[in-house]
């Protein structure tokens, strides 16, 4: 956890120079970026650093892209984006990654409690 926190830092630190000079910004602008970065990334963290301990960590790296993998389904059913045929494969193979060698183990388990 430490790191963790320890990279928001230091990717904080590194971009304010950049939120400094923005102009038209309001405060609620800023409490709605704050809300997200506390609330939204916090508590994945959270629950990612402790899945961490539990998980391999092949599955925990292919859940980690499951979020650049969804987003263009999020744009489609929210702003009515259009999504290429090739980003819906592209998709498709790396939560069947994801899913897959979570099946075949609770498969293999189900297996092994059969009398």
Known sequence: MPAVVLGNVIVFAVCLPRIVGLSGLSPRDGLVVSFLGIVQIGVA???????????????????LMAEPVLSPVWAW???GEAVAGWALFGGG????????PGLY?????????LP
Not at 48 to 57: D, I
Not at 93 to 100: E, F, R, T, V, Y
């Open 77 to 79: 059913l929210i702003h």
């Open 105 to 113: 183990d609770a498969f293999r388990r189900s297996e092994s409690d």
């Open 93 to 100: 193979l790396i939560l069947a990654a994801i899913a897959l």
């Open 45 to 63: 963290y959270m629950f990612l650093t402790a899945a961490m301990r539990r998980v391999p960590a092949i599955q925990v790296s292919l859940l």
